[in-house]
């Protein structure tokens, strides 16, 4: 079997790892994301130093976005509008391409760390199903009908909005873009914002957690509506609060209201609702993951073709 | 080329076609939606009546809902909890698969219209796309990567929550589930019952117009930032109100706020949220396709193994 390189490319962390699956990474690396070329420059020390495993195959990136995924367009592989500094329009998979010399699978983050628990945890054996990242922001992707999503571009789950009862909370909300969409009202820094503590120093029975379920539980029900899925895997730093678990499965069950007539929702919400069976891994584990696809021609890649 | 029956099993009239495509409609029939047994025999007379024409190899029914589009489960087939006097629970696909003697595909009335844009109409070329339908309730279907979306059921787009200020509109939402869902604050009905007046009669400068808009472009930004759709076509008898697609663009456009940096949204917005191409008569042109499908082995059916 070849060996796979994947890069969970986040913006505040990048972890390289070459492996073949979880039970067998022979080498893992992460360090704080900088500015793009000295990031870049991180990435290429990595495979060079290990380079003693032997050559990896492919490679798979995870990208933090907006992102290019699509593979007929002049920027696949490109980081595009990202407010982070240096990396609007950064070529990442193209250069990652260039410095290693072997294909290069790209999409974003939370794509990859569903096509990760699809191989090897929580959303084995389903076609439709969804990864919602909460941490310094909200993500999601997944898959429909067996497949990643792309569409248009790629999903921007947390950008949604919600019902915001002004009256019982107060807070403008925290993205640039959208003030009190989901993301606005319920990342990390947004409950940080608004309760002057951070979100990880709060005690299970603060109030934050009672309204961080509510919102969570309403941008749940306009993703469980619009997709159908068969599941879905919350992760991100938020979610390390176990405790929202049963208070968001509880919620989305009574904003639901006995609507959708089905296992998964009315009895099997435990299964229904749950975390990543690979925990923080999901990311770098889908990198190696993708990169397996491409090998297999499965998935598509900058420098597929021409090499 | 074989005949194809299509029937679109409404809530309030059932539209029966036999035919090949929409150039090719050989006969067409429409009548209230009776209780089943009534509105089932109406159906048999229709085919019965026009046996003249040749055989029919297959139907489509595109039904309302929530139906079992599940061809695994036992209930495939059945038109599931609806509210609607005597159809609960009801055999739909299967009692037409034993009217008819033809193998059955069976979807929801709007993924079935999402079909027959998708052949015939303004989503051709597309693999990922919605259908919404705004009238008497308020309904989403689609394909996600080349296929119907289905997962866990079928989606229920019309039930999503968005943001409802309560000084600018008390109206408390029709929807006898959710209240003020998307549903509840802008089908037909909400419509009528918060001014008072049938949506029809209401002039184009009416502030319903200006309200209802808002409320979709809301619902418009949580269906697209999730599935990432490379076209929205809007349907239904609230949309015959062809001054909402400009207000309802520009609104869209308004509430992304710049954070999608695709074309689609940017600067084609007029070819992005559109009419459907088939006008009405998706539902039964994509009942025929459907039909078509079935016949060819690419849709599941009632019926479609043991004959």
């Not at 029975?205 to 309204?211: Q, V």
């Not at 941008?219 to 968001?248: D, K, T």
Request: aromatic share 8%; proline share 7%.
């Amino acid at each position: 079997m070849p060996l796979y390189g994947g890069i969970e490319g986040g913006g505040t962390k990048f972890v390289c790892a070459i492996g073949t699956g979880p039970d067998d990474i022979r080498a893992e690396s992460r360090f704080d994301t900088a500015g793009p070329e000295r990031t870049l420059a991180q990435v290429n020390a990595f495979f060079d130093a290990h380079a003693y495993l032997g050559p990896v195959a492919t490679v798979g990136i995870a990208s933090f976005g907006p992102i290019d995924p699509n593979p007929r367009s002049p920027r696949f592989g490109y980081v595009t509008t990202t407010p982070k500094p240096g990396w609007a329009q950064t070529d990442l998979a193209g250069t990652v391409h260039r410095l290693l010399g072997v294909p290069v699978g790209f999409d974003t983050d939370v794509n990859v760390a569903a096509l990760g628990e699809h191989r090897w945890g929580a959303a084995q054996g389903l076609d439709t199903f969804l990864y919602l990242t909460v941490g310094t922001g909200i993500g999601g992707g997944g898959m429909v009908n067996g497949k990643l999503i792309h569409g248009m571009m790629h999903p921007e789950m947390g950008h949604i909005r919600i019902p915001h009862d002004w009256g019982i909370d107060p807070y403008r909300g925290y993205c640039a873009y959208h003030g009190d969409c989901l993301e606005g009202l319920c990342c990390g820094p947004a409950i940080e914002e608004r309760w002057g503590r951070a979100a990880r120093e709060l005690e299970a029975s603060h109030p934050a957690w009672e309204l961080e379920a509510e919102y969570l539980a309403l941008g749940l029900v306009n993703l469980i509506l619009p997709i159908s899925p068969q599941r879905i895997i919350m992760g991100g730093g938020v979610m390390h609060q176990r405790q929202l678990f049963p208070m968001i499965r509880t919620r989305v069950q009574r904003l639901l209201n006995g609507y959708l007539q089905v296992d998964q929702v009315q009895t099997g919400i435990d299964e229904y609702l749950v975390p990543p069976a690979l925990d923080d891994r999901a990311g770098v584990l889908g990198a190696i993951a993708l990169a397996e696809d491409v090998s297999k021609g499965l998935a598509p890649a900058v420098g597929a073709i021409s090499r």
